[in-house]
Structures are given as structure tokens and as C-alpha cells.
């Protein structure tokens, strides 16, 4: 037996701004969650595998019309065509969705119910599936309290949409714990609602698949399904499929041995050089950051732009149209403090006053207070998107002061000598 277990579809999510970025490809990526799916009933009809598991939030909330839903219905009409059933329950992001309710799907569909679980039986297969769909976008119930004892004789699985015991950057939606799922005593686990992939628990397996193509730069690397191969005794082995069809990647460069801007640009290029031959011909979306304790952070943090500008070019050089750069960040420090013996020297002073507040854990959330009603009058995805500004961060409020004393310094020499 055979079957695909995948989650976090989140088809035609909305870009949050991104087409605002420039040079982005917004078309791509727009239509990246549909190819990523195309991708899916693809590899189920060429697998021949016997059915698919799909863990939650197959949608992204409310659909702006009906074509979301008809491309769903249109994929599984492919997989009826195969003869292959899809499993599905709603996810957090599902229940907020109204049109789901008035979509007539296939037969080969079978979506579980939202007020109690429910179990399929494929007798053919010996096979009893069971699970339960969220009924409200907020369920803070554990579920799995009502999931029904194993079935004698088949293999048993749960499909279920949670948080576990709590994933950072997912809300704490259907919480349970590993012991709890033990207890049930079922075969395999499906679950959803958690974007990286993790295998909780080798034997019996439960597993998070992710989601099957990244949307923003917090969902980075290979995004896919799981194949999961039931053998003659029962044991089922797990193998990950690439599903995504542009790849995200957070590039972190380390400049600390770095004693020129060369060094810079010659290590990103080594590094897309990487990125592009891992991505396996996917389009990269890129952030470059680099940091550091080096020699060169006055001149990076003096002029940051004139690196933003050589690793665009390097990109566009090297990239073969390949790679978009989606921000580029300049986070060095200087290699040890700078003395300020001279007090009478206006920077000097400048340098301590900047020192001093970025050490200060206090003044800095007061410094953070002075950004609130900037931060309110923000569009919604630079407040709680992927690219929100953490204005109230400490942390990436000293980052961002150990740049400033640096870039003022050299604008102020260049005022003077002009002078």
C-alpha cells in the first residue's frame, strides 16, 4: 500500500504586498501554490499510489471568486480519472472559508466532518482512516479526546490539524500532546497546520509534512509531500517528495575574516552559485544578510547601498534570470569598541550616546514607544506579515543602532571635506 500525505496547501494564497517589491515576480509566484499542487496529483498518478491525505488548510480563508475552488475540483477530477480518493479536513484557514460550503467536489473527495470524528474504512486496502475538521477558525479543544479506538485488523490512521503542544510562529490551535496520539494506538499519523517538516516520532510514525510550496521568506528551503510505503508486516516507511516551485532561502553571510568589499561579493557569488544548483532549476528568491564581527563593518554600514547594488549585479550576472533578490540586510559590527577618549569631539560623543542606548535594555523600549504611532499607521503585512517591522524588539533595535554611528561618521567627513 501506498498513499501521499501532504497539508498546508493554502492555494492561491494572497502575495501580502509583495508585488510592491520590486522586480519581483509576481506572476510566479503568484501561481506558484497552483503548479505546486499540479505537482502533487502528478506525482500521486505516477506513483499509482492508492490515495491522498490532505492534513488542513487546503485554502488561504475566503476566496476572492469561485476559480480557487473550481482549480481544486479540476486537479481531484484528475486523480478520479486514476481512480485515486483524496482525504481531506479543514484546517483554522479552511473554516474561515464560506464558499467551500457550496462547492460540489468529486466523489473521489471524502471530507470528514467538523462536529465529531469520523473514520473511513477501505476494506479493499485494509485501511480505516480517522479524523475531524475544524468546525471555527479558533479551536483551542483537543481533538483527538473523541477520536475513535483502532479497528481490529486494519492499519489505522489519524488526520489531524494542530499545533501539538505549541510550534513557534503557528497559533496553538487543537492542542495535544505525543503521549496522547500513542494512547490511540494508531498506525500513522497525519497531521497539518505546521509549515516545517518534522517527523515527531519515527515508530509509530507521526509527521508534519509542511506546506507544499513556501510563500514568503519565513518558509524557506525544499517544501513537498510525504510518500509513505506500508510494507507486508505493516511497517510504514516515509520518503519526502519535492513538490515547490520557487524556493525561498535566507543567505546568511559571515564577514568576520572579510578585509575588503571583494571578500563580500566573491563569497555571494560562491554561495548563489549553491543555492541555484540545490534549488534544481527553481527560480531562488533570495535575502542576503551579512554580519559579523569585521574589519570592514564601518565601510559596510557607511555605505550599505553600494552593497545592496553589487549583490543585485552578481545576481543578475550569475543568476540566469534565476534569482530575485527580495531584500538585502547589512548586520556587521565593528570588530571591538572604538574607544571615545576625546570629549570634546562631536563624534565621540555621538559614538557613547549610541553606544550607551543600544546597552540600555530600558531606553531602548523606550526608544521602541517613540515607533508606536509610526508602527499603527503601517499597511497590515509591515505590522504581523512575513516582513513586519519588530519595532518593539530590543534586539533588532540595538542591530539596527550599531549601524547608525558608522553610516552618520562617513556622511559627515564627506560634508566636511566638500566644505
Not at 555571494?268 to 527560480?283: D, H, K, V
Amino acid at each position: 500500500m501506498k498513499f501521499i500525505h501532504a497539508a498546508d496547501i493554502h492555494l492561491d494564497s494572497p502575495l501580502r504586498g509583495l508585488a510592491s517589491y520590486e522586480g519581483a515576480p509576481v506572476e510566479e509566484i503568484r501561481n506558484a501554490s497552483r503548479r505546486a499542487l499540479d505537482n502533487l496529483v502528478e506525482l500521486a498518478i505516477e506513483n499509482k499510489v492508492d490515495f491522498v491525505l490532505i492534513a488542513g488548510d487546503l485554502y488561504d480563508g475566503d476566496w476572492r471568486d469561485h476559480n480557487t475552488g473550481l482549480f481544486f475540483a479540476r486537479q481531484m477530477s484528475e486523480l478520479r480519472k486514476a481512480d485515486i480518493p483524496a482525504f481531506v479536513i479543514a484546517g483554522n484557514h479552511d473554516a474561515q472559508n464560506v464558499m467551500t460550503k457550496h462547492l460540489p467536489l468529486p466523489d473521489n473527495v471524502r471530507q470528514f466532518g467538523t462536529r465529531k470524528p469520523e473514520t473511513f474504512r477501505l476494506e479493499d486496502l485494509g485501511v480505516a482512516i480517522h479524523g475531524q475538521g475544524f468546525p471555527t477558525k479558533a479551536v483551542t479543544d483537543d481533538l483527538t479526546l473523541n477520536y475513535p479506538p483502532v479497528v481490529p485488523g486494519l492499519f489505522n490512521i489519524g488526520l489531524l490539524h494542530t499545533s501539538l503542544t505549541g510550534r513557534e510562529g503557528h497559533d496553538n490551535y487543537a492542542p495535544c500532546t505525543v503521549d496522547g496520539l500513542n494512547r490511540l494506538g494508531y498506525d500513522y499519523w497525519a497531521l497539518g497546520h505546521v509549515h516545517t517538516r518534522e517527523c515527531v516520532q519515527a515508530d509509530p510514525p507521526i509527521w508534519f509534512p509542511g506546506n507544499i510550496q513556501g510563500r514568503h521568506i519565513r518558509e524557506t528551503g525544499p517544501k513537498g509531500c510525504l510518500m509513505v510505503t506500508v510494507d507486508g508486516s505493516g511497517k510504514p516507511g516515509v520518503e519526502f517528495h519535492e513538490l515547490d516551485v520557487l524556493r525561498w532561502e535566507d543567505l546568511i553571510i559571515d564577514a568576520t575574516e572579510f578585509r575588503t568589499d571583494v571578500d563580500c561579493t566573491d563569497e555571494f557569488q560562491r554561495r548563489l552559485s549553491i543555492s541555484l544548483e540545490n534549488a534544481g532549476g527553481r527560480t531562488v528568491a533570495l535575502r542576503v544578510s551579512i554580519g559579523g564581527a569585521s574589519a570592514i563593518h564601518e565601510a559596510l554600514a557607511a555605505r550599505p547601498d553600494d552593497f545592496r547594488a553589487a549583490v543585485h549585479t552578481v545576481a543578475n550576472d550569475y543568476g540566469g534570470g534565476r534569482v530575485w533578490v527580495e531584500k538585502v540586510k547589512v548586520l556587521t559590527r565593528p570588530v571591538a569598541d572604538t574607544p571615545a577618549t576625546d570629549t570634546t569631539d562631536a563624534m565621540s560623543e555621538l559614538l557613547r550616546v549610541v553606544e550607551s542606548l543600544a546597552a540600555d535594555e530600558a531606553a531602548l523600549l523606550e526608544l521602541a514607544g517613540e515607533f508606536e504611532p509610526l508602527a499603527s499607521k503601517l499597511p497590515p503585512e509591515f505590522r504581523d506579515g512575513a516582513d513586519a517591522l519588530p519595532f518593539m524588539d530590543t534586539k533588532y533595535l540595538a542591530e539596527v543602532l550599531g549601524q547608525v554611528y558608522p553610516m552618520l561618521n562617513a556622511r559627515l567627513r564627506r560634508v566636511e571635506a566638500q566644505s
